[in-house]
T-cell receptor
Framework: AQSVTQLGSHVSVSEGALVLLRCNYS??????LFWYVQYPNQGLQLLLK??????LVKGINGFEAEFKKSETSFHLTKPSAHMSDAAEYFC???????????FGTGTSLTVIP | EPEVTQTPSHQVTQMGQEVILRCVPI?????FYWYRQILGQKVEFLVS????????KSEIFDDQFSVERPDGSNFTLKIRSTKLEDSAMYFC?????????????FGDGTRLSIL
């Protein structure tokens, strides 16, 4: 079965510091991978997606993620954290067939001024 | 930018009562979904719906649950006899296509509290 694991349920960084949120997937074939962000009291907003076109994917708000097949990882990064980045981040995988997303447990990002 | 809207934002219901959660998907989208997130747990798939039929459902989506598209804009999730463990945030999502590389667009959710 497809799944994703997000290491670290809570991550704190200083404003201006590098953001690194980890996601590893389990799949027998390269899946489709997504990062979503959830701001307080809001729904899930798509940050970026990997669909095999390029291993380094750029998303909104300065975020990017790199697909590494050898490590079965799709970590989310941002060079310089901003206060507005404080939110819950979810990694999700989707099979080549079927409709459902499989979400990770989420990582709560806190940005310290 | 078009968005998925859900009502109400918060629903409080007595155990055993029926509840209907409402969603208005993005207008040109054809595929609709419900997910739930129990507090502190991961977002879980419930059901997908296309062409007025359920196309896929999870083990969570038992006989207590049903979905309907009663008109051209609304997409509803009904829980027939609510249980305490149904307390969760319920997210509606929609997508234009069912292709696996297509993202699903989510609403802000309905927080369901069962007393």
């Amino acid at each position: 079965a497809q799944s994703v694991t997000q290491l670290g349920s809570h991550v704190s960084v200083s404003e201006g510091a590098l953001v690194l949120l980890r996601c590893n997937y389990s799949s027998s074939v390269p899946p489709y991978l997504f990062w979503y962000v959830q701001y307080p009291n809001q729904g899930l907003q798509l940050l970026l997606k990997y669909t095999s076109a390029a291993t380094l994917v750029k998303g909104i708000n300065g975020f990017e993620a790199e697909f590494k097949k050898s490590e079965t990882s799709f970590h989310l990064t941002k060079p310089s954290a901003h206060m507005s980045d404080a939110a819950e981040y979810f990694c999700a995988v989707r099979r080549n067939t079927g409709n459902q997303f499989y979400f990770g447990t989420g990582t709560s990002l806190t940005v310290i001024p | 930018e078009p968005e998925v809207t859900q009502t109400p934002s918060h629903q409080v219901t007595q155990m055993g009562q029926e509840v209907i959660l409402r969603c208005v998907p993005i207008s040109n989208h054809l595929y609709f979904y419900w997910y739930r997130q129990i507090l502190g747990q991961k977002v879980e798939f419930l059901v997908s719906f296309y062409n007025n039929e359920i196309s896929e459902k999870s083990e969570i989506f038992d006989d207590q649950f049903s979905v309907e598209r009663p008109d051209g804009s609304n997409f509803t999730l009904k829980i027939r006899s609510t249980k305490l463990e149904d307390s969760a945030m319920y997210f509606c999502a929609s997508s234009e296509h069912s292709r696996a590389d297509q993202p699903q667009h989510f609403g802000d959710g309905t927080r369901l509290s069962i007393l």
